[in-house]
């Protein structure tokens, strides 16, 4: 799978918006991005996925570059709640089903 | 509905010892994924269930780590021997269906385990 990087670590205050930025250069045509959260000591959580145009669901919207090099994962007002690791993987459509997660960012929510 | 659900959530063991830490996956869902997060390692795939083909083992560590899946639904993940650096935590997650990309995967909490 194609390689991300992300920010280490982040912070925003509550009811603000956050945009998450992902670096994915050397994505294929056939990559999908996902994005997955992490809550303090729970499992991951599905957050989003898209492939080219820009995704909205209850929880964020993701926002790709017309490039596909790079995404935004976008929390329109974050809560105290928000406060996890984010990690941007890709997903190759003919590649394994694990997810292969890099460090993530961070994301501190200020009240 | 009942999420993925994991037992025990904490294990602490000696060096030497073997543990087995059970994953139930959410009813109907036909992967079934073991992951482990290590401090300062990440989440990494360790092995992958789906129905009735043969695992993808190919994140294993070492031939200590063996894992079950018995009737298509509960798994079973086994360290024989433990070692120190075998203290993570032991994530599982389930899907349905598998076979597309954008599945998305349910985790459980994880088992905590120290090896002392």
């Known amino acids: 799978d194609a390689k991300t990087t992300q920010p280490n670590s982040m912070e925003s205050n509550e009811e603000e918006p956050v945009h998450l930025p992902c670096n994915h250069s050397?994505?294929?045509?056939?990559?999908?991005i996902h994005w997955y959260r992490q809550l303090p000591s729970q499992g991951p959580e599905y957050v989003i996925h898209g492939l080219t145009s820009n995704v909205n669901n209850r929880m964020a919207s993701l926002a790709i570059a017309e490039d596909r090099k790079s995404s935004t994962l976008i929390l329109h007002r974050a809560t105290l709640r928000d406060a996890a690791v984010y990690y941007c993987i890709l997903r190759d459509v003919g590649g394994a089903q694990k997810l292969v997660f890099g460090q993530g960012t961070r994301l501190t929510i200020n009240p | 509905g009942a999420g993925v659900s994991q037992s025990p959530s904490n294990k602490v063991t000696e060096k030497g010892k073997d543990v087995e830490l059970r994953c139930d996956p959410i009813s109907g869902h036909t992967a079934l994924y073991w992951y482990r997060q290590s401090l300062g390692q990440g989440l990494e795939f360790l092995i992958y269930?789906?129905?009735?083909?043969?695992?993808?083992k190919s994140g294993l560590p070492s031939d200590r780590f063996s894992a079950e899946r018995t009737g298509g639904s509960v798994s079973t993940l086994t360290i024989q021997r433990t070692q120190q650096e075998d203290s993570a935590v032991y994530l599982c997650?389930?899907?349905?269906?598998?076979?597309?990309?954008?599945?998305?995967?349910?985790f459980g909490p994880g088992t905590r385990l120290l090896v002392l």
């Open positions: 050397t994505i294929s045509g056939t990559d999908y």
């Open positions: 997650a389930s899907t349905y269906p598998s076979t597309s990309v954008w599945e998305t995967q349910y």
């Open positions: 269930f789906q129905g009735n083909s043969a695992p993808d």
